[in-house]
């Protein structure tokens, strides 16, 4: 079967494309995505499609990205296909919207894609995600803990509008199609960096699995990921079938049927949670594995008290229900404390999220890192001893801010940021001998910061 004719089989399988649809291809230049436009340009005949491209510069990569840009246009130009471009400030979004760059990206993308398929009239937006994309997903979401539908990776169909065309197929037959159809592309330098997870799977782990246990891997971990989506899809049907009667919301609160719940089984219990969650929340943005795993452990204890969940919930369980409410804007988190060699991870399970610390050359992180990118912490590495501890906010923390005389309260600051309970909730403290250094997107304290005189760099990264 050659290419062509599996990109078909995968578009027919999940019932991706119907025949006269218009689809755009998310273009962002690379072999990957310009195998995907040519592809549905060969294509577009034989299923009746009407081909046409985006292209979103996100603003991070400086020239390189105007040239991707640019690069983007002229290949759409050359094959007759409509082109729509935009430029976005993705790390300005990221610091305004307390997100990481990922995130933001990722939403900024998908909401581009929905105006460039508006712009062209089309029903459909491909991204040419492929089976060792898949591959390197799973194996993340495994490293980082997940559910099913996490291990279920990336799925073909997203929402009935976001397709995935190119999943059935491997990235050694999309570089064989690049050479028998002379494709040009341009090369993302930063695909090389192994301080990204991606990357070191990619370039490190896959090819020493390959090559050492199963030279079939990615296709395994492929059949894996199907079966899981498979599962996660009949728990969603199932859940369909009981929340009517189990999960309901009455105005800002969510009550579960707490002698229902305990009659589920262990693997339906964490999805009626998370519907509730998100009935209550309009969403499960930043709800993780290690909550539910929380929340589950709470539920066998009547009236243990309330934990904090992320977007403002509040969780509690009494004689009849399992409650999720609006988090009181006095409400405290669950204490803890840990302490994190340096370097190392440390996972809080708390807050459901693991972080990691580096020591850096300086010149290193010069040239990879931004110090104004909230999404990482970068310090003076001498300033600090073998371990630091993450613990939750109490009354009283208080530092000096960067670039401050004086020190501030940490609560003061909080109010200044308008966070919200849970946002206060789920950003951890840092300290080194007692003092604090750092809430995560929030504060740094001047007397660990990085100057002049800093050679080595204590650099903290969360690993979600």
Not at 96 to 106: I, Q, S, Y
Not at 195 to 204: E, H, L
């Amino acid at each position: 079967m050659d290419f062509l004719d599996r990109v078909i089989k995968t578009i027919n399988r999940y019932s991706l494309l119907n025949q006269g649809d218009g689809v755009v291809v998310a273009l962002s230049g690379g072999a990957d995505s310009m195998v995907l436009l040519h592809s549905l340009k060969a294509l577009s005949q034989r299923l009746d499609l009407t081909v046409s491209a985006c292209h979103l510069n996100h603003g991070i990569r400086g020239k390189d990205a105007y040239d991707d840009q640019a690069f983007c246009a002229q290949q759409c130009e050359n094959l007759g296909i409509p082109f729509y471009t935009s430029n976005v400030n993705v790390p300005a979004i990221a610091k305004n919207e307390a997100l990481n760059l990922e995130e933001a990206g990722r939403l900024e993308r998908r909401k581009f894609y929905k105006e460039a398929a508006e712009h062209f009239g089309a029903k459909k937006v491909a991204t040419a995600h492929h089976m060792n994309d898949q591959a390197e997903t799973v194996i993340i979401n495994l490293i980082r803990g997940s559910g099913q539908k996490g291990l279920g990776g990336i799925y073909p169909l997203y929402e009935d509008w976001l397709i995935r065309p190119l999943l059935q197929v491997k990235r050694d037959d999309i570089l064989d199609y690049i050479l028998e159809n002379n494709i040009i592309f341009r090369e993302d330098a930063s695909n090389q960096d192994k301080n990204i997870i991606r990357n070191k799977i990619r370039i490190d782990l896959i090819p020493y699995i390959e090559k050492r246990y199963n030279p079939a891997f990615v296709e395994v971990i492929n059949r894996t990921s199907e079966i899981q989506r498979d599962l996660y899809d009949f728990a969603q049907k199932e859940l369909d079938r009981i929340s009517p009667e189990m999960i309901i919301k009455d105005g800002d609160a969510v009550r579960i049927n707490l002698q229902m719940f305990r009659r589920l089984h262990p693997g339906l219990q964490g999805f009626v949670l998370r519907r509730g969650f998100e009935m209550l929340s309009g969403n499960t943005r930043g709800l993780t594995l290690g909550h539910i795993s929380q929340v589950l452990a709470s539920t066998s204890v009547e009236g243990k008290g309330s934990i904090t969940l992320p977007g403002d919930v509040a969780f509690a369980v009494d004689e009849s229900y399992l409650l999720l409410t609006l988090a009181a804007e006095d409400e405290m988190p669950l204490e803890y404390s840990y302490e994190m060699v340096i370097p190392g991870e440390q996972f809080i399970s708390e807050l459901g999220t693991r972080w990691k610390a580096d020591i850096i050359d300086r010149s290193e992180f010069d040239e990879k890192y931004d110090l104004k990118d909230d999404s990482i912490g970068a310090f003076d590495a001498s300033k600090f001893d073998d371990t630091i501890t993450i613990r939750n906010r109490v009354e009283g923390d208080s530092l000096r801010p960067l670039g401050m005389d004086g020190t501030r309260k940490l609560k003061d600051i909080y109010i200044d940021k308008k966070l919200s309970p849970a946002e206060k909730n789920q950003t951890p403290v840092f300290t080194s001998g007692g003092f604090i250094f750092w809430a995560p997107g929030i504060v740094v304290s001047d007397d660990f910061k990085v100057d002049v005189n800093t050679e080595n760099i204590l650099l903290f990264t969360q690993i979600k």
